[in-house]
């Protein structure tokens, strides 16, 4: 008897971790494509652009981590069509196209970055969703104290030293909370000519409060050690124009202000994967704003229930962005292909079962709702610090990650500050190429 082809797109949490759920499984033939070779934690990329972990630390090889699953095959490549009536899976690497067939179907294509209908913004104020993401961040963060170490003007300067975080979520606070205490902290002594500690750092969302889904009590806590570090927190501010020197912030009143600055972090909104719109398209199932398809309670697409949608992608009761939610979809997904081949009945509808939201602000500090209790402070911090640990994939990288927190966290250290013209400005290069530019496989 033929072995059941199980076919997943995306190495993310969801794609991981269903793929994971079906090892042992003799009867299966799973194949996990990707368009990176990597299984990325996302929520420490923020690490990665301040200098405090390694992009290997938070993104090992797929292959690698499934070595071991004898009934899993990887394949490198984006996805660009999904043939429901056929079903097959069409992915492209450079110039070569690869079709393959599934019984099965998991898409975990996960959400990019959404600069809400204003795509050009992200030229100048770079989101966050990948590894490339963080180390062109990396590149603007750390290259900024160096540019306003030879600037020949007190306003150049200050312009280079003024750092503009849009979004006020989790990543937003993180991100502005790092590039103070790398401020503050590490590269305090490091110049001659400028003061690193007086670099001015902006935290701007249009919401009313800092961490929304955090609740008010959480979020005046985080905007209160927020502001302590000297961060400028706006809120009910919106970005309206943003270019190479700086960008356009419009008040609950109408009014405008221009911030001269050369580093933007954009870190507010999320678009799901093209792939939520094609399969909406052929299965008629809706889409939200964020471009979400709407799933059915199994988490399968309206008349294809082979076909499987999980993570940032879905849907579904008002479900967050969150990896939890991919995680249980992921092994949700699975266990339903599972009791199919066993001739058990389903599991029932997709169950979310929320374990908390956590934030970092600074050292030491940090926010963290579970259930009804709520932490701040050194006690969520440390909650923190244990359950990113235990997500963290591979033993290796959890010893180097715990020992390079140890270099940031008690220490002034940043063991990763290398920066490179590439990271700097490879994307901006590769736009310039246009559209006609093919690059091809070396032997093809």
Request: proline fraction near 4%; hydrophobic fraction near 45%.
């Amino acid at each position: 008897m033929a072995a059941h082809r199980v076919v997943v797109i995306g190495s993310g949490f969801g794609g991981l971790f269903s793929t994971q759920a079906l090892r042992g499984r003799g009867d299966v033939e799973l194949t996990l494509i990707a368009k990176t070779t990597h299984h990325l934690f996302q929520p420490l990329l923020y690490q990665v652009a301040t200098g405090i972990l390694s992009e290997g630390e938070i993104a090992p090889s797929t292959r690698e981590v499934l070595a071991r699953q004898d009934n899993a095959r990887v394949i490198l490549g984006t996805v660009t069509e999904i043939d429901l009536e056929a079903r097959t899976v069409t992915s492209v690497v450079l110039d070569q196209t690869t079709v393959t067939p599934y019984d099965s179907l998991v898409v975990a294509a996960g959400a990019g970055q959404s600069w809400f209908g204003n795509d050009h913004f992200a030229a100048h104020a770079p989101g966050m969703k990948s590894i490339d993401d963080a180390l062109e961040l990396r590149g603007r963060i750390f290259s900024a104290f160096e540019w306003a170490e030879l600037a020949t003007t007190p306003e150049d300067a200050a312009a280079y030293l003024t750092f503009v975080v849009v979004g006020a979520g989790p990543t937003g606070v993180e991100m502005a909370g790092q590039i103070a205490e790398l401020s503050r902290r590490t590269l305090a002594r490091d110049f001659r000519s400028i003061d690193p500690t007086s670099a001015r750092i902006i935290l701007l969302d249009a919401a009313p409060q800092v961490l929304p889904a955090f609740g008010e009590g959480l979020g005046a806590s985080a905007q209160a050690r927020l502001e302590a570090m000297g961060v400028e927190v706006r809120l009910g501010a919106r970005v309206v124009d943003v270019d190479e020197s700086g960008l356009v912030v419009e008040s609950a009143n109408g009014t405008r202000e221009r911030i001269e600055s050369a580093c933007k972090v954009w870190a507010a909104g999320v678009q799901a994967s093209p792939l939520a719109a094609q399969l909406a398209e052929r299965s008629g199932a809706g889409l939200d704003r964020a471009g979400r398809i709407e799933v059915l309670p199994d988490l399968t697409v309206p008349g294809h229930p082979e076909v499987f949608v999980v993570g940032d992608m879905i849907s579904l009761n008002q479900l967050p962005g969150v990896a939890q939610v991919a995680i249980q979809g992921g092994r949700y997904a699975a266990r339903q292909i599972a009791n199919r081949l066993d001739g058990r009945p389903a599991d029932g509808p997709f169950t979310y079962r929320d374990k908390g939201s956590m934030a970092t602000i600074s050292r030491f500090s940090a926010v963290a709702s579970i259930g009804r209790l709520q932490f701040s402070g050194f006690v969520a911090w440390v909650l923190w610090l244990a359950v990113h640990l235990v997500y963290i994939i591979g033993f290796k990288h959890r010893v180097t990650t715990l020992l390079h927190w140890a270099v940031s966290f008690l220490g002034r250290g940043r063991s990763e500050r290398t920066v490179t013209h590439r990271q700097l400005f490879a994307r901006a290069a590769m736009e310039q190429l246009g559209d006609d530019f093919r690059p091809t496989l070396p032997l093809s």
